[in-house]
């Protein structure tokens, strides 16, 4: 199923759609303000084995991200210091991973890591489904097996690609191309670990 939601003003009743597959343990693909990505909810763990399954990923050796509306109840899932919590507040939403230690109320799958990404896009569309559903969504890029464009941005292509494999893509206009920026912040040192498309602050 392809559904059409625009950013600017994202319809209640195509968000209701989503949400209901997410509920049930569906898999969707968003676009966040980086690439396009696939997702469910953060806290159904059948959901997340199954993407896991999908991408090839074992995610005790993976590190998992989840989509926060704000950092409103970041503690819930990761152990910020005040320091972290800084620059999360200062560069957000926006194009970036900030990898904090696991807190206590995140399913079993993302602690054999010990550390959870935390993602806050700047986009309408993901943060508003996230707002609804009242719980993280777990997200993980959609990756093109063409080394040529690394990351698929035509909704429409990457509908015929996943149809069979997620129940529900997202058009919400062309993807980005660049990835996030991901800056490790389990230590003292913050470390960018990948530069992507966001400039730290």
């Known amino acids: 199923m392809l559904i059409k939601i625009y950013p600017e003003n994202p319809n209640p009743r195509e968000i209701d759609k989503v949400i ?34 999908m991408k090839g990923i074992n995610p005790q050796k993976s590190n998992l991200s989840i989509i926060c509306y704000d950092l409103s109840n970041l503690s819930e899932y990761a152990k910020v210091n005040n ?68 990351y698929t941005t035509d909704p429409e292509l990457i509908h015929e690609k996943y149809e069979n494999l997620v129940d529900l893509v997202i058009d919400g206009g062309f993807g980005g191309f660049e990835a996030s920026t991901v800056v490790d912040c389990t230590t003292d040192e913050f470390e960018i670990v990948r530069q992507g498309k966001g400039i730290l602050e």
């Open 20 to 53: 209901e597959v997410l509920r049930d343990g569906g898999l969707v693909i968003y676009p966040t303000d980086t690439v396009y990505a696939i997702g469910c909810d953060a806290l159904n763990v059948r959901a997340v084995e199954k993407i896991c399954q």
């Open 83 to 150: 320091a972290a919590f800084k620059l999360m507040k200062k560069n957000l939403p926006g194009p970036f991973t900030f990898i904090l230690p696991t807190s206590s109320e995140l399913p079993k799958i993302y602690k054999n890591r010990k550390e959870v990404g935390i993602r806050v896009p700047d986009n309408n569309i993901i943060r508003t489904l996230v707002k609804e559903l009242g719980n993280p969504i777990l997200t993980m890029s959609v990756h093109d097996d063409d080394d040529m464009i690394e």
